[in-house]
T-cell receptor
Framework: KAGVTQTPRYLIKTRGQQVTLSCSPI?????VSWYQQTPGQGLQFLFE???????NKGNFPGRFSGRQFSNSRSEMNVSTLELGDSALYLC??????????????FGQGTRLTVV | KQEVTQIPAALSVPEGENLVLNCSFT??????LQWFRQDPGKGLTSLLL?????REQTSGRLNASLDKSSGRSTLYIAASQPGDSATYLC???????????????FGKGTHLIIQP
């Protein structure tokens, strides 16, 4: 069974540009969450999608957005990139057929560098 | 707001030792607690998931305990090996009082080095 797949693995963008990252969850998983990891702040929750609806949102500005498609694949978008957006962006998927208590599995991440 | 603290921040021990990593959280209203390991530049690998109603979980040389009332969890690694060297992260999923849950809240991790 394939794990969580994130594309691309590495990305370099210029300040002011926008970027779209993609996440394909484990087959059958309906919940997809996104996290940002930086050396200073550690891992921080961005948002979670379940059945194409945003279920939760962390404390990030509106420049960070996401969506989920009917096949559970998810994308996150960051507009007007800032240098501080440089980070490892991680996606996690969970089965969650009946609640919030199932195991989260993470992808390898997308390393975004803003110059 | 849920806060997760991991102690120690770094640990270096000789191969073969048993060791304990600690995790504490401020809000005991959780769905579950999960331990992960992260190798440099890589994603997270799930080690153990403990539901809020459980006291411990075991997988191979790993044993994790949960004391929800005191807001603490420990990860016990038996007979450590150089391949165990990684950063270990603890994360909790907070439950909302009216139903629903937050995303995972992570600690800053324990950077573990096992000396051959």
């Amino acid at each position: 069974k394939a794990g969580v797949t994130q594309t691309p693995r590495y990305l370099i963008k210029t300040r002011g540009q926008q970027v779209t990252l993609s996440c394909s969850p484990i087959s059958g998983h309906r919940s997809v969450s996104w996290y940002q990891q930086t050396p200073g702040q550690g891992l921080q929750f961005l948002f979670e999608y379940f059945s194409e609806t945003q279920r939760n949102k962390g404390n990030f500005p509106g420049r960070f957005s996401g969506r989920q498609f009917s096949n559970s694949r998810s994308e996150m978008n960051v507009s007007t990139l800032e240098l501080g957006d440089s980070a490892l962006y991680l996606c996690a998927s969970s089965l969650e057929t009946g609640g919030y208590n199932t195991e989260a599995f993470f992808g390898q991440g997308t390393r975004l560098t803003v110059v | 707001k849920q806060e997760v603290t991991q102690i120690p921040a770094a640990l270096s021990v000789p191969e073969g030792e048993n060791l304990v990593l600690n995790c504490s959280f401020t809000d005991s209203a959780i769905y579950n607690l999960q331990w992960f390991r992260q190798d440099p530049g890589k994603g997270l690998t799930s080690l153990l998931l403990i539901q809020s109603s459980q006291r411990e979980q075991t997988s191979g040389r790993l044993n994790a305990s949960l004391d929800k009332s005191s807001g603490r969890s420990t990860l016990y690694i038996a007979a450590s090996q150089p391949g165990d060297s990684a950063t270990y992260l603890c994360a909790v999923r907070r439950a909302y009082s009216g139903g629903g849950a937050d995303g995972l809240t992570f600690g800053k991790g324990t950077h573990l080095i096992i000396q051959p």
